[in-house]
C-alpha cells in the first residue's frame, strides 16, 4: 500500500496524458526504460498528489460512471495518481472498489518530469473544463502551447514541482 502523505501538487502543475495518446505514451516511457502495464487496482491503494479539484468534473462524472473505465488511471508503483484524479474521487465516492490503472514503474518526481516531457502533455487550471469546456473549446496539446509560450513557464514547472516535493519529503 502507498504511504499515506500526499503531495499537493496545484492542479496546473499536473502533467495530462490525452485518452487518445495513451499508448504511445507508455511507449515513451519504455525508450526511457520505464515499464508500464494495465491492471486493476483497489481505489483505497491510490493516494492523490494533485491539490486543487474541480467539483463539476467530479459530478458529472458521478452522473455517468462509464467515464470512470473509459481510460486508465495512470499511477506509479507506489500508488501515486498522476493523472485522473477526478475519476479516482468519483469512483471512491461512488463505492467502486477497483479502477483500471496504468501502473509505471517509477518514481513520482521523475514521472512528473518524463509526463511533463512527453510531447502530447498538457496542463489544466482548475476551472479550465469548466469555463472553457462549456464553450467546446478543445485543449491544445503541448507541443502546441510550447510553440506559443515563453520557456521560462516550463523552468517554473519543473522548479515548483521539485520544491513541493522536497518540502514533501
Not at 467539483?55 to 495518481?81: F, H, L
Not at 491544445?140 to 514547472?157: A, Q
Amino acid at each position: 500500500m502507498a504511504p499515506i502523505t500526499t503531495a499537493q501538487i496545484p492542479r496546473h502543475l499536473m502533467p495530462q496524458i490525452p485518452k487518445n495518446k495513451l499508448s504511445e505514451f507508455c511507449s515513451y516511457l519504455e525508450t526511457k526504460n520505464i515499464t508500464s502495464k494495465t491492471s486493476k487496482r483497489p481505489v483505497k491503494w491510490l493516494v492523490p498528489v494533485q491539490k486543487h479539484v474541480n467539483q463539476d468534473k467530479v459530478d458529472n462524472i458521478m452522473s455517468d460512471p462509464s467515464v470512470i473505465d473509459a481510460s486508465p488511471i495512470i499511477v506509479t508503483a507506489e500508488g501515486y495518481i498522476v493523472d485522473g484524479h477526478h475519476r479516482w474521487i468519483a469512483a471512491k465516492k461512488l463505492g467502486i472498489t477497483e479502477i483500471n490503472c496504468i501502473v509505471c514503474d517509477c518514481p513520482l518526481k521523475e514521472f512528473l518530469k518524463l509526463a511533463h516531457d512527453f510531447d502530447h502533455s498538457f496542463v489544466k487550471s482548475v476551472s479550465e473544463l469548466t469555463t472553457y469546456g462549456r464553450l467546446g473549446v478543445l485543449l491544445e496539446s503541448r507541443r502546441d502551447i510550447d510553440r506559443r509560450i515563453n520557456s521560462k513557464l516550463r523552468e517554473y514547472i519543473s522548479r515548483e514541482i521539485k520544491n513541493i516535493l522536497e518540502i514533501n519529503s
